[in-house]
């Protein structure tokens, strides 16, 4: 088989879990709530470790200790974003893999003031992605680089997935995650709230956290100070 056919691109979705939280005697026992209340959602589901300001885990024994932790909650630790040199080693001899973006990557600085050149023009907007029919169980729709608009029922166990905001004029009862490449200013907008689960920028809520007087309504879902806030609209 051609090593073409080995390798193909694919979209998935992970929770990330910042470190610091680990060391947090709070965190097992709310994350246990958590996982109680929508077990199926949790179960094997895999993390990555945002290591960002996180001292220590410098050493192997320190992600197994962490992989341990989080699969007693039916969790898999499977790599880690935001490691220093150090802590990429380490979790490379954990057989962790390391997911964009690191603090080990060099950054992009200009060596010098740039000349005073008149305003460039902003460049072209990429057209929204339209979805005019239902959103069947287990089916997965990624707008990459733009918005996702829906205007069918989006059904449980589906998935929305958008680098931009994500409209859906009918009921939203699977998941839909907006600003998928970390764009804290996207929001979601739906006519009837009854979501599994709704993310921005990675933060996300599960079906049970969010507010009840909020389900079944017109609502849109935005990021405020790095928190998910539900209003009506």
Do not use: K, W
């Amino acid at each position: 088989m051609a090593a073409g056919n080995l390798v193909q691109g694919a979209l998935f979705t992970v929770m990330v879990v910042r470190a610091d939280m680990l060391r947090d005697p709070a965190f097992a026992y709310e994350l246990g709530q958590q996982v109680e209340r929508s077990p199926r959602f949790f179960q094997h589901a895999p993390v990555v470790l945002d290591l960002h300001g996180a001292g220590a885990f410098t050493a192997a024994a320190e992600f197994a200790e962490a992989r341990e932790l989080l699969r007693e909650h039916t969790l898999a630790l499977v790599g880690v974003q935001n490691a220093e040199p150090a802590q990429l080693t380490a979790a490379a001899a954990a057989g962790l893999a390391s997911f964009a973006p690191t603090a080990s990557q060099p950054s992009r600085r200009v060596s010098r003031p740039a000349p005073a050149v008149a305003e460039a023009a902003p460049p072209p907007r990429m057209a929204a992605r339209l979805v005019t029919t239902p959103v069947r169980s287990g089916t997965q729709i990624y707008a990459r680089g733009t918005d996702l608009v829906v205007t069918a029922s989006v059904s449980p166990g589906a998935e929305l997935v958008a680098d931009g905001n994500i409209h859906v004029y009918g009921p939203l009862r699977g998941r839909a995650l907006a600003g998928a490449s970390g764009d804290v200013g996207a929001r979601i907008f739906c006519s009837r709230l009854d979501a599994e689960l709704v993310s921005i920028a990675g933060r996300y809520l599960v079906s049970e956290q969010l507010p009840a007087e909020h389900q079944g309504s017109p609502v849109q879902i935005a990021l405020v100070d790095d928190r998910l806030t539900v209003t009506r609209n």
